[in-house]
């Protein structure tokens, strides 16, 4: 199993969302700041460029099959993208186990 966090402007949630649609089986989001190797500086947010280092993001966080994976990375990528600077980042991970909490069931099955 995989998690996947993917990193996006918050104006592209919906277009991601859309995106994936039924190929998920769940996803958190969340609303954060941060900042890449421009610093923050020279990112353009709501038209103006930040002036401070931590400019919006949504973290998306996606626990899937191996072997969906690398499809669901090319469609984030795909409908996330603007070719400009602060477009984001995904970040690639195992997951050990997942554990429903109701049931108490453990594995692959879980998703
Ligand atoms: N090395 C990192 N560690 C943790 N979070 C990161 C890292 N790099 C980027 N992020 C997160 O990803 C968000 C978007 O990063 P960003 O798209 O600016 O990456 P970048 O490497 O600067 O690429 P680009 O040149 O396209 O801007 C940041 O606001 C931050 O939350
Ligand atoms: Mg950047």
């Not at 859309?18 to 038209?47: C, P, T, W």
């Not at 973290?59 to 984001?88: F, P, V």
Request: a neutral charge; aromatic letters at 6%; one cysteine or more.
């Amino acid at each position: 199993m995989k998690k996947i966090e993917a990193i996006i402007r918050p104006f592209k949630l919906d277009d991601v969302r859309n995106a994936l649609g039924d190929k998920i089986h769940g996803m958190s989001v969340m609303e954060m700041k941060g900042f890449g190797r421009q610093r923050g500086h020279s990112e353009v947010y709501r038209g103006a460029e930040y002036k401070i280092d931590f400019v919006p993001k949504i973290r998306l966080e996606i626990i899937c099959k191996d072997e969906e994976a690398e499809n669901l990375i090319a469609i984030i990528c795909e409908s996330a993208r603007t070719g400009k600077i602060g477009d984001g980042k995904i970040f690639l991970s195992d997951v050990q186990d997942i554990i429903r909490i109701r049931t108490g069931e453990r594995g692959e099955a879980v998703i």
